[in-house]
């Protein structure tokens, strides 16, 4: 802590960063997406590292470059909250669980596939992931909608993702590129 | 041994640097990558990697990576597959996170997050719905998600504990 700062410290540390960053990289079982609520808990309501709406934010801009949204969550909160050191903290944490896990997999298999048991924990756990989910994006409106034009961006580019099968990276290039477009006060 | 670490750090990086929206995604081009490029694995092997990549903790396409450089070289190849596929999204994310802080007072990015944050809330109904498509078959499965989505939005349920509930209860009553 070489840097003079007038105010106390408030930032989490480096091994806070790790091992929370390590909790969710084992918790993010059934995809990447999964870690928005476990993160919206531990970061936004548990721990207040980051505000609902810098939260929000950070969403918008992990969608929109390329790589599992796992690691690139990692990297952003854990650049904001320390830079570099913390990204990589953060980085390392969340990537560790799955090496470690897979390893030892990859070495057993496929003796341990073949436990029913794991496959019915895995049934299980899906259909409470998708309401995880669910009550994040419930969660979300609050900050993300403020005005009725939110609500039809929000509405295009789900149609966009879900019926069209456009990938988020155009969505997110075509709402920043609007929001450079139309005058402020549409906003 | 060190051709077959940097081809699978190669092949890897490339399926980092071009999967956008998550793991479903970059299944595919891992699939491109690893089957029909390399030969490193047959179909079969591909789809036990999908199972397992499923079901286990962490992101699916950093799962498929640690477990086909296992494959193929053991622990360093676990190793090289993981460093290749979170390499470019490490990298973009960096100099995006430094120009989005830099650039936080500034009115345009103002004007640009607001409307990002309403993308995002669309991505990610779709992304629910997506899963939500594939997940809910049975009426059990319906059950669970119901009772998984009361408990979150009413009792303020911490959703590690509620993944680890289903899941043991899941594992218990043999679905």
Redesign the interface.
Known sequence: MSEHEPKKDIRPSIEEIFLLFFKIGMFTIGGGYVMIPVMQKEITEKRSWMSKEEFTDMLGITQAAPGPIAINTATYVGYTLRRKSGAAAAVLGCTLPSLIVITVIAALFPTMMKYAAFQSAFKAIRPAVVALIAAAVLKLTRTCVSKPVHLVVAVLAFAANFLLKVSPFPIIAACAALALLLPEEVL | MLPVLIGLFTSFAKV???????????LRLIQTEVIIKSAWLTMEEFL?VV?????????????AS??IG??LAG?PG??SG?LG??F???I???A???F??KLKDN??MK??????????????????????A???GSAL??A??????GA??FLKA???L???L??????V???
């Open positions: 980092g640097l071009f999967t956008f929206g998550g793991g479903y995604a970059a036990d199972a397992i990549a499923e079901v286990t903790p962490g992101p699916i396409a950093l799962n640690t477990f296992y494959k622990i676990a190793i993981t596929v979170i470019f999204p490490v973009i994310m960096l995006l996170t430094y989005v802080n009115r345009k004007a640009i997050k607001t409307m990002l944050r309403a993308a995002v809330l669309g991505l990610i109904s779709s992304a629910a719905f997506s899963m939500g594939a997940a809910l499965s319906i669970i998600f119901a009772a998984a989505l979150a939005m911490d959703p590690i509620l993944l680890l289903t899941g043991l209860a899941g594992a009553a043999g679905l």
